[in-house]
T-cell receptor, first 114, second 109 residues
Framework: DSGVTQTPKHLITATGQRVTLRCSPRSGDLSVYWYQQSLDQGLQFLIQYYNGEERAKGNILERFSAQQFPDLHSELNLSSLELGDSALYFC?????????????FGPGTRLTVT | DQQVKQNSPSLSVQEGRISILNCDYTNSMFDYFLWYKKYPAEGPTFLISISSIKDKNEDGRFTVFLNKSAKHLSLHIVPSQPGDSAVYFCACGANNLFFGTGTRLTVIP
């Protein structure tokens, strides 16, 4: 158990809909990262937050947004969903902003768009 | 454009033998390299890392080798055990981590 929790575990929704994925980092970790893993793909970095502020952006679509709240939990919002958004979404946390290297991953949320 | 590549999607090894997993990268700015292990229905877990100033790091049965001139790193597992069966991702970092597509290791008892 990494100490990172993600809800829900599974999500099935229709095209055009909007969903919110939630992540609680390890106790004391200030950085939260979101990744997408599509079928047979590696983990694609989406976005990083540090202590409530956006720190880095990766391959995140404009239809996707995220935020980190004062209690450090984070939410990833996916809107106008398309079939291709079906994937595993992982959240990870690390203690600080600079050392993003040893990240601790949650179990993931499996999103299926039908 | 995939900056980190794991060209072998799968590898099968007999228990007790050596497992060698390979990873190639293209970005010379990467200064930290990691291996993660992933079991089904779980998130990746950190296994071992190496910084660009070293060429080898060992932790028990796991050793990571870095060849900066070739932009290549490898993970050696000796001896391999059935519990090592998982998907292994290499990750390379500068400010953020870039992951490979993973290699599924199967250790045959």
């Amino acid at each position: 158990d990494s100490g990172v929790t993600q809800t829900p575990k599974h999500l099935i929704t229709a095209t055009g809909q909007r969903v919110t994925l939630r992540c609680s980092p390890r106790s004391g970790d200030l950085s939260v990262y979101w990744y997408q893993q599509s079928l047979d793909q590696g983990l694609q970095f989406l976005i990083q937050y540090y202590n409530g502020e956006e720190r880095a952006k990766g391959n995140i679509l404009e239809r996707f947004s995220a935020q980190q709240f004062p209690d450090l939990h984070s939410e990833l919002n996916l809107s106008s969903l398309e079939l291709g958004d079906s994937a595993l979404y992982f959240c990870a946390s690390s203690p600080n902003r600079i050392s993003s290297y040893e990240q601790y991953f949650g179990p993931g949320t499996r999103l299926t768009v039908t | 454009d995939q900056q980190v590549k794991q060209n072998s999607p799968s590898l099968s090894v007999q228990e007790g033998r050596i497992s060698i997993l390979n990873c190639d990268y293209t970005n010379s700015m990467f200064d930290y390299f990691l291996w993660y292990k992933k079991y089904p229905a779980e998130g990746p877990t950190f296994l071992i890392s190496i910084s660009s100033i070293k060429d080898k790091n060992e932790d028990g049965r796991f050793t990571v080798f870095l060849n900066k001139s070739a932009k290549h790193l490898s993970l050696h597992i000796v001896p391999s055990q059935p519990g090592d069966s998982a998907v292994y991702f290499c990750a390379c970092g500068a400010n953020n981590l870039f992951f490979g597509t993973g290699t599924r290791l199967t250790v045959i008892p």
